[in-house]
Every structure is written in structure tokens, then in C-alpha cells.
């Protein structure tokens, strides 16, 4: 892995940092595409290795791992938007490292990061780890006339809202 990029923001600047950062030619696969590749490898394995060793074979699990070490999948650039995390089993968050060594990656994306995987990449990789946090602009008392101003054209059906605030 070249560069761990975790990005605290919203979804626009995660686009933008991912199109300075990424040609676009290059290979990108999301955290779910990557945790289902790399499921359906280890049930692969399995299948074959218990197919092929004889049932007296005692350390067949640890055959399994040893395997699996060997055998790594190459996705490009891993990337994960906010809301992935969510549809993540949450053995996979916990053992993020363990997933992340079962894959060739480029570069690793990350938008608002769990707290459990932010510690363990700043501490596992901190020397190629980058936080890169989005600078929110300031709103000051124009930017609420003209929120205020221009709200019905926006959202459409809210003027009783506006009225009672």
C-alpha cells in the first residue's frame, strides 16, 4: 500500500480528493465490493482444500489460513463512503487489519472513518496515513438573510416553518 488517505468531510470533497489523487483509468473498488471478493475467495479455498486432503488431515484449518496468506486480491484503490461502514459486518471493522493484509491496494480512501479503524491505520501505517480534513466555510449573519431569503425556493412547502421560527 502506497498512501492511506483518511478524509473527514463531506461527500463532494471526497469526490474531489479522489479525482486529484486517482487517474481515472485506474482500478477503484469500493469496501463492499472488496469484503465480498474477498469472501468469496476464502469459500473458494475451502471448498478446493477439502476436496482435495484426506479426512484423516488433523490441521486443515490451519492449512486453510496458511493458503489464504499466500493469496492475495489485487483491487486497485479501496475506497469507502461514509455510509458503507453501516452495511459492514462489524467482525470486518474489528479485524480491519486482517482484512486490509488480504489484498493488494494501491492507495486506501476512507471518508469519515470509524474511530476503532482511524487508531489502528495511525498506528499500523502512520508513516504513509494522511487525515485530510475538509474546511467547513464560516456563515456569518449575510449567509442566514440569504439562507433565510431564498428558503422557498429550495425547499418547497416549508414557509409555515419559516414563519414560526
Do not use: W
Not at 64 to 69: G, M, P, R, S, T
Amino acid at each position: 500500500m502506497d498512501k492511506i488517505f483518511l478524509y473527514y468531510g463531506p461527500k463532494k470533497g471526497f469526490e474531489e480528493l479522489l479525482e486529484k489523487e486517482i487517474k481515472e483509468k485506474e482500478t477503484r473498488t469500493t469496501l463492499s465490493v472488496a469484503i465480498r471478493k474477498t469472501d468469496e475467495l476464502i469459500k473458494k479455498v475451502t471448498m478446493i482444500h477439502k476436496t482435495e486432503s484426506k479426512p484423516e488431515e488433523e490441521d486443515e484449518e490451519e492449512k486453510i489460513i496458511q493458503i489464504e496468506e499466500k493469496i492475495k486480491i489485487d483491487i486497485g484503490h479501496l475506497i469507502s463512503y461514509s455510509d458503507e461502514y453501516s452495511s459492514v459486518k462489524e467482525h470486518a471493522i474489528l479485524n480491519f487489519d486482517e482484512f486490509l493484509s488480504s489484498l493488494k491496494i494501491n492507495k486506501l480512501f476512507l471518508q469519515n472513518t470509524p474511530k476503532h479503524i482511524a487508531d489502528l491505520l495511525n498506528n499500523s501505517y502512520s508513516e504513509i496515513t494522511t487525515d485530510e480534513v475538509y474546511s467547513y466555510p464560516s456563515i456569518d449573519e449575510s449567509k442566514i438573510y440569504e439562507i433565510y431569503s431564498n428558503f422557498e425556493k429550495r425547499i418547497i412547502g416549508q414557509e409555515k416553518v419559516k414563519k414560526n421560527c
